[in-house]
């Protein structure tokens, strides 16, 4: 930004440059204006009438409201006035007193020619004369001459003009110390202003508010903002912040563009203070906002100057207006990135200088790659004239390039020093990711979209992160959020673990609100799981399920977490049970599951489809694991990617098989027809077999050498594709439904591994561990070297995998642990000691994690009940709470 040597000095300097010429009205378009010659005598002979008939082009047409130096004439006769009025030759004469104000001199005047009070202007030595001012005041000397310029008839905005008039003379006013109520009268002469703003007319709306430009209201505000007094300061603050706030609020979405000139005005003058001050911030992010929003002007599309290295245009905001905001915003980030490796501050980039970077280097970048023209590839530097259409941008895009460079390599430094935090936190010292990272992801998501304007610094961006992966993953586990806009980690996923990808995925599906009031509310028959389960979940509409879920069972008293990881669990095995025939299980893996492409057999077969959909989504909301994945077929097909025959395997190995050896035959022997395969399949539906094409006349195409590839990916596609199409397209639907954004339900599935969501919706695959299980276990009433407690672990070591899962059900309402084991629980576990007789069994709180037992009177007495509750009919369905 310019430096002046004072704030005050650059705010009048600019007022008074900017309203040398034509200040009040459109420059030179106005050949209907009346311009008023008005001489002022002490006689009024003929002589003295004729001696006032100037030529056209030597009435002064200066207007600049400048009363600080106002000196008082001594008091002297009656003076009269001589009109005349230019384009018509007619002569008017007025008396005068020098105490008459100059509106009421504006008032004969109107009386006696009709020219309109608001829209004549007196011009006294170059000077305007405000309203209030008495001639006295305004040092006006006998024999003096004053022009009368009634240029407004040209403008189509008078009132607003008048408004904005009125405001700068109590601004005015406010500099010399006087009008104590013009504190009030500037804010409301403003929004006055304001509210005559067109609202249907954009282009009548760009000459509304150029008027506070032309004007030098803009300077005049500023001038008054950095007054030493104290009062005039609060006003100006407060009715700039005023007219920001109304760019947003007051002003139709249309015209917001119409404001961007202002507040870049606004801008530059406050901007000579330092760039510390908080109007100053306050106008800055406003106009990052407005450009943001609206765009820049395309300079340069009108045409270029080759030869001066120039180009030309016009608009509102035009390309290079904005970059030396982004260099100044680029130097703050690099000193504050600085500032933030320093460990003993905790001083970082400021959320207001990331937030206006993003702002101005939005557009910025969407004018390089417009106008440069780079045909859909990237920059390659040093620019050469000949390889773009408007070389007169080079100096911009290597810019830009540079300031990519510097905050890549500060970034890799700050990051860096990440990894060795990381490696103290290890240790068990200190803390990992300090408050002073909190924006490193929001800047490095800026940079990724500076680096791909730029030949080879994708690559080089993208190289550092996988450097960085540990500090990356750490960043986005402290401090990515739902509000950010995470797409651009999980396009490269390979810079980050699974982790980090299940916290960025998360992210996706709304969070579990805890107040009863929002969640959408089920009472279901356990003996009716699915069917009711079906009711309330199809049914319900999207944004009813976002909030969470409220889960009881009919005839039981039990509420809460647990009673609902129970109904996950339970409704799971409902929807992948091989008899609803819903989903098949794949041969080689019983826990993998893709559509039946006979699901038909069910009218509502669809419907249920968008129902798991819907069920598999909450169930990862809710962040339960339900001991169910998917094959690799159904998972490529949810996240829109092809399928091959590597991919079939585990879903049809008997086809896998057979497909392999097809392709490995002997060319002679398969081109010999010996097989008699053509371009077909057999398929069953309702219990009947029939012929399906695999493509049009495939009955007649026999099988061969050069194309057994093309037969073998059709009986792929058909098998596992074609088939369940819509089965498939149901279950995403369902699916998108309760994701935050419905049109990121792909973008999901393609964020992850296959392992990723195995490990989200199974949990983990290990043994339960017995030591982990203890480690992890607080007590109530007991004391962990009670003989109970001893016996309890000692019979519980020695139980079978699945009577532990059905223990730990029992106990939680989770059967199947998260990765990392019960560590990854929402709680600690707990055993309590009851009061109740020894021949009652084992109870549990599954919302709380809290299992109660009296003190059996021997192991073997403890040990027969634990037995009794591992049973999976009896520990499934306890409807314990």
Not at 107 to 123: A, K, N, T, Y
Not at 401 to 417: A, E, G, N, P, T
């Amino acid at each position: 930004m310019p430096t002046v040597d004072s704030s005050v000095d650059a705010a009048h300097h600019r007022l008074s440059s900017k309203r040398k010429l034509d200040d009040y009205g459109p420059p030179d378009d106005d050949a209907s204006s009346d311009l008023v010659s008005v001489r002022m005598r002490k006689d009024c002979s003929p002589a003295a009438v004729n001696s006032s008939n100037h030529a056209p082009d030597q009435v002064p047409r200066v207007r600049v409201s400048d009363a600080r130096s106002a000196e008082l004439s001594l008091p002297g006769s009656r003076l009269q006035f001589f009109v005349r009025m230019i384009s018509e030759g007619n002569t008017i004469v007025i008396q005068a007193n020098h105490t008459d104000t100059v509106r009421s001199l504006h008032e004969r005047i109107q009386e006696i020619s009709g020219i309109p009070v608001i829209e004549q202007r007196l011009i006294y030595r170059g000077k305007q004369l405000q309203w209030e001012q008495s001639l006295a005041e305004c040092s006006i000397q006998n024999d003096a001459g004053l022009q009368l310029v009634g240029r407004m008839r040209s403008t189509e905005h008078p009132l607003a003009w008048q408004a904005i008039d009125d405001m700068v003379s109590t601004i005015w006013q406010l500099m010399r110390g006087q009008a104590p109520l013009g504190m009030r009268s500037i804010k409301c002469k403003l929004l006055d202003f304001l509210k005559m703003t067109p609202s249907n007319d954009s282009e009548s709306a760009a000459g509304h508010l150029q008027i506070l430009l032309s004007s030098s209201a803009t300077a005049a505000l500023v001038m008054l903002y950095f007054s030493p007094i104290v009062r005039n300061k609060e006003a100006a603050d407060e009715a700039i912040r005023h007219f920001l706030n109304s760019c947003g609020t007051m002003l139709p979405k249309p015209i917001h563009s119409q404001c961007a000139p202002i507040v870049l005005e606004f801008c530059k003058l406050l901007g000579t203070s330092g760039n510390d001050d908080p109007l100053y911030l306050l106008c800055r992010s406003t106009l990052g906002s407005l450009v943001e929003s609206v765009g820049i002007s395309r300079v340069g599309t009108k045409y270029s100057d080759r030869s001066k290295g120039t180009c030309s245009g016009s608009g509102l905001i035009v390309f290079r207006e904005i970059l030396p905001f982004v260099r100044e915003l680029a130097n703050r980030l690099l000193r504050d990135l600085a500032s933030s490796m320093d460990s003993t501050t905790s001083f970082g980039p400021l959320v207001a200088d990331v937030r206006d970077f993003a702002a101005f280097l939005l557009p910025l970048r969407g004018a390089i790659v417009e106008q440069v023209g780079f045909l859909g590839r990237p920059v390659s530097l040093p620019l050469h004239e000949s390889a773009y259409e408007h070389p007169c941008y080079g100096e911009e895009v290597e810019f830009l390039h540079v300031i990519f460079s510097d905050l890549l390599k500060k970034m890799d430094q700050c990051l860096k020093k990440m990894e060795d935090y990381l490696r103290i936190k290890k240790a068990g010292e200190g803390e990992n990711v300090g408050p002073g990272c909190l924006h490193y992801l929001a800047i490095l998501k800026e940079l990724n979209g500076i680096s791909r304007l730029y030949e080879g610094a994708e690559e080089q961006f993208w190289d550092m992160l996988r450097l960085r992966k540990a500090s990356i993953c750490a960043l986005v586990m402290k401090y990515a959020n739902r509000s950010d806009d995470n797409k651009w980690i999980l396009e490269h996923k390979e810079v980050t673990d699974f982790e980090a990808r299940k916290h960025l995925v998360m992210l996706l599906l709304p969070e579990v609100k805890e107040e009863y009031e929002e969640l959408h509310e089920m009472l279901i028959d356990r003996s009716q799981i699915l069917a009711e389960s079906f009711e309330y979940i199809a049914h319900a509409e999207p944004e009813a399920l976002h909030g969470g879920l409220f889960m009881e069972f009919k005839n039981e008293e039990a509420t809460g977490p647990g009673v609902l990881r129970e109904w996950f669990f339970l409704v799971c095995q409902e929807i992948f049970n091989r008899e609803n025939a819903l989903f098949v299980a794949c041969p080689n893996d019983q826990r993998r599951f893709y559509p039946n492409p006979a699901s038909k057999v069910d009218p509502l077969h669809l419907e249920y489809f968008n129902f798991s959909g819907r069920v598999i989504a909450l169930a990862l909301m809710h962040k339960v694991q339900v001991g169910v994945v998917f094959d690799r077929v159904f998972f490529l097909q949810l996240r829109g990617s092809y399928v091959y025959l590597e991919d079939i395997q585990d879903a049809d190995p008997e086809l896998y098989s057979s497909c392999k050896k097809i392709l490995e035959m002997d060319t002679e022997f398969i081109d010999s027809d010996e097989l008699g395969l053509t371009f077909v399949t057999e398929v069953e539906e309702l219990g009947s077999r029939k012929i399906v094409e695999l493509c049009p006349g495939g009955k007649n195409m026999s099988v061969n050498s050069r194309n057994r590839k093309e037969y073998v990916d059709l009986l792929i596609q058909h098998r596992f594709v074609t088939s369940t199409t819509e089965q498939v397209c149901h279950f995403a639907h369902g699916f998108a439904d309760i994701l935050c954004n419905s049109r990121l339900q792909r973008f999901f599935f393609q964020s992850l591994e296959l392992e990723d969501l195995d490990s989200m919706l199974y949990g983990s695959e290990s043994e339960i561990n017995v030591k982990d299980w203890k480690a992890h276990t607080e007590y109530n009433g007991y004391k962990k070297t009670d003989p109970q407690i001893l016996w309890f672990w000692q019979i519980v070591g020695k139980m079978t995998t699945e009577q532990k899962k059905v223990l730990l059900f029992f106990w939680t309402s989770v059967k199947y642990l998260p990765v990392d084991g019960f560590r990854g629980l929402a709680s600690r576990l707990y055993i309590y000691k009851s009061t109740e007789s020894y021949d009652r069994l084992p109870s549990s709180h599954t919302c709380f994690y809290r299992l109660c037992f009296p003190p059996y009177p021997s192991k073997a007495v403890m040990r027969d009940r634990l037995r009794i509750i591992t049973q999976e009919h009896v520990g499934c369905s306890f409807g314990t709470w």
